[in-house]
């Protein structure tokens, strides 16, 4: 968004018969405006809630859990709803604003499942302490994940 710097506008408001109060307070509103639009960044519980209930799949997949289907189900529809979220929080595009490019894919938050699977098979069957311990390795690999890209875009 181009703007003239304070001065200027202010020179120009002037000269049409506007008081510098009055122009202060209209580049104030139009300043909460642009600051009430800014995109806020996702917070991080959201994207630890996702990388939780990733990481709880994990830990019952190796506790061979007969049910570790409904934590996955959950955590698709989390993860939806989320990518939903990110989606719908822009602003809507006016006529008067330059072209923008739209916000890449996270790819790395899509080939992480695949990089994370792998320790289903590593550790063994059953065990409980592989299985807290490859859920909260997936948790907090995810969660940083996440953030990162979150904060990269």
Same mark, same amino acid.
């Given at each position: 968004?181009?703007? /003239?710097? @304070?001065? #200027?506008?202010?020179?120009?408001? %002037?000269?049409?018969? #506007?008081?510098? %109060?009055e ?38 997949t190796?506790? @061979?859990?007969? !049910? $570790? $289907? ?14 939903? !979220? @990110? ?8 006529? /008067?604003?330059?072209?923008? %490019?739209?916000?890449?894919?996270? $790819? ?12 289903? $098979?590593?550790?063994? @069957? ?15 690999v ?6 990162? %890209?979150? /904060?990269?875009r």
């Open positions: 968004m181009l703007s /003239k710097p @304070e001065s #200027v506008t202010l020179a120009d408001m %002037e000269s049409n018969n #506007v008081t510098p %109060e122009a202060r307070v209209a580049l104030e509103s139009v300043d909460g405006i642009a600051q009430s639009v800014k995109r806020s960044p996702t917070p991080l519980w959201a994207y630890a809630l996702v990388s939780s209930l990733f990481g709880f799949t994990v830990a019952m190796i506790l @061979e859990w007969k !049910y $570790w $289907w409904v934590a996955f189900i959950l955590m698709i529809v989390v993860s939806v709803a989320l990518a939903m !979220y @990110e989606r719908n929080r822009a602003v809507r595009p006016s006529m /008067k604003q330059p072209l923008q %490019e739209d916000p890449q894919p996270n $790819w790395v938050a899509a080939v992480a499942p695949v990089a994370i699977l792998p320790l289903i $098979w590593l550790v063994p @069957e059953g065990s409980t302490v592989g299985a807290a311990i490859a859920g909260v390795v997936t948790a907090v995810f969660t940083a994940i996440l953030y990162y %890209e979150g /904060k990269r």
